[in-house]
Structures are given as C-alpha cells and as structure tokens.
C-alpha cells in the first residue's frame, strides 16, 4: 500500500487504457471509481476488477455533471477511433467539450488534481516531423475528424484556462497511437484489424501504399506514463507526448503481424481516408526529460502478448463489433 491511499476517478475507465490504468491504480493501492457510459467500453475489459473492494464501477455519461469526493482525476472518457467517434460526432465533440467542462468543474469543487488524455491528432496532417509539443498543428476544422480533433484541442484549452484562471493543478498528456490487449477487435485501427483479419486469415487491408508510417507504443509503457506525469512536481503541466518515437511503416506492421500469427492473408490495397495522416510520430525529448520516462517494450513483444489476446477473444466468439454491443 501506498505511503497514502487516493481515491482517483478514471473516467472512460472501462475502456482499453482506462481499463489497465484502473488495474494499475488499483495494484498500487489507491481506491478507483471508473466511471463509464459504456459507449466503446465494456464491463469485460474490468471484470477481474469488480471484486475488489477498492474498485467501485459507476455507470455515467460525462456530459452531465458529476458529484464525487476523490483526491484525483485521470479524464479518459471519449471514442478513440475514427469509426467510433465519427459515428456520432455531435456526441463525440460534447464528450470531449462538456466532459471537460464537467470534470475540470469538479477538479476545481474538490481542488483535486486532474489528468487530460489529449492525443497526437491535435496536430492533424502534421508539416513537422517528429511533432514536438509546441507546433500547433495542420488540422481541417471542418473534416469528419474534427469532431475528435477540435474537440480535444478545445479540451486543452480549457485545461489551460482552467489552470491559468483557477490556478487548478493539470496535467496534460498527447497520446500518440497505442495497442495491446484489449483494444476493440472492430475499431477499424491498424493494429487490430491487421491481427484480427490474420488470425481469421482474410486479406489484410492496407490503406494507400502502405509506405505511411506510425509509432506503436505498448499499453504497459503508456500507462507508466500516465503515472509519472500525475507524481511530476505541480509546474509539469504538459502538454507532454507520450508515444513510441520508432516509426514503422504500415506495409511492415503487416509483414510483422503476418510472419507472428503464421498466417496465409494476402494484403489487399484501398484509396487513404480523408485527412488521414501520413506520417505521426512523437518527439518524447520532454517525456525524457521531465518524467525520465521513454517505452521499453519491443514491438515484437507487444504484438505477441495483443495477438494472445485477440486469438483468445476470437475463440470465444468476443470479436463483435463495439457499437453494435453498444446499441
Ligand atoms: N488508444 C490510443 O491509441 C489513444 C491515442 C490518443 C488518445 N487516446 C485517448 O485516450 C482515451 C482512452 O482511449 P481508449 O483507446 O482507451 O478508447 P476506448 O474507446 O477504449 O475508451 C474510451 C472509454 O470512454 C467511454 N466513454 C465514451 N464516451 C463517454 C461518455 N460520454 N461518458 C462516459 N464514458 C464515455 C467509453 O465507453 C470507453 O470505455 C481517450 O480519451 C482517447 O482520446 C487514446
């Protein structure tokens, strides 16, 4: 048990990365309330929580207020990928814009300390590389990414008002793409589609030449980071990016991904999405810097232990889609 026991809301907490941040939490010996609509969450991703009498489950919708005591706030709650937040866009921006304004209001009642995961698509179609923290960003306000883009830019900005005007203590993170075990299996993000249609052994779609490049951080070093910034001294605000710097491209994710599963698919090409990004990949020199912080687990590893899991998840017949279970 820890020097003292908080009690920290996560919010978005039965999600992918809530769902390991609550684990984590929780093995620290803090007492947690995840806090879910369960739009893309799932009770499953926290079963092995429930149990546990320093886990409390609350179904909620950030959108409306909320009165809790808690010494901690970690805002996660909001669609990740494109096919779940441009499904409802009106939701998806009110989730990032009112859940904000509702969880930094309640930071500010209880004088708590409060976490933002902000993302790497506040840069858009980036004309830098790698992003640092202060370039501003190439995004379209009108696109049908805006609704996740501008709303978590606008998040931001809150925080930062937030912080300025009531002198709140925040911390601020851009999360750059991340996978591992518990991602949705139909979210339509690279990582799972390709290790869902190799475990089924249908063609692997890659999207445009496949020379695009992403940066693939493991759940278990982004969640590390995750803690270091809320320990960092109060004047580490962020905004701070936690990611994997590697690059990889596409084509060789689906190469990888192919050679680790044994798999026959073939890949199959498509036209690129709208505003897709060719090119994101995190400059962490502040990550290092301020939190010492830097991933250590391989690509190959990671990609290992996530196979497991959805090779587990297929054999279960748990591989429907998110928004279906949602409806
Ligand atoms: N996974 C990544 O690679 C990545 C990258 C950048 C940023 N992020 C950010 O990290 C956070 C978590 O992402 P994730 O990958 O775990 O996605 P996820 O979809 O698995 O988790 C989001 C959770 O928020 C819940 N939620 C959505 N709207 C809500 C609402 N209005 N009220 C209450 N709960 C709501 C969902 O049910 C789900 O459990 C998100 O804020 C996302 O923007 C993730």
Known sequence: MPATRKRILVTGGAGFLGSHLCERLVSAGHDVLCVDNYFTGSKDNIAALIPNPHFELLRHDVCFPLYVEVDEIYNLACPASPIHYQHDPVQTTKTSVSGAINMLGLAKRLRAKIFQSSTSE??????????????????????????????????????FDYHRQHKLRIRVARIFNTYGPRMHPNDGRVV??????????????????????????????????????????????????????????????????????????????????????????????RARSLLGWEPSVPLETGLKRTIAYFDRLLAEGRATSAIAAAK
């Open 122 to 159: 506040v840069y858009g179609d980036p004309s830098v590389h790698p992003q640092t923290e202060d370039y501003r960003g190439n995004v379209n306000p009108i696109g049908p990414r805006a609704c996740y883009d501008e709303g978590k830019r606008c998040a931001e900005t809150l925080f």
């Open 192 to 285: 799972s589609n390709f290790i869902v249609q190799a475990l089924k052994g249908e063609s692997i779609t890659i999207y445009g030449d496949g020379k695009q490049t992403r940066a693939f951080c493991y759940v278990d070093d982004l969640i590390e980071g995750f803690m270091r910034l809320m320990g960092a001294a109060d004047d580490v605000t962020g905004p701070i990016n936690l990611g994997n710097p590697v690059e990889t491209t596409v084509g060789e994710l689906a190469q990888r991904i192919i050679e680790l599963t044994g798999s026959r698919s073939k890949i199959e090409r498509r036209p690129l999405p709208v505003d897709d990004p060719v090119q994101r990949c995190p400059d962490i020199a």
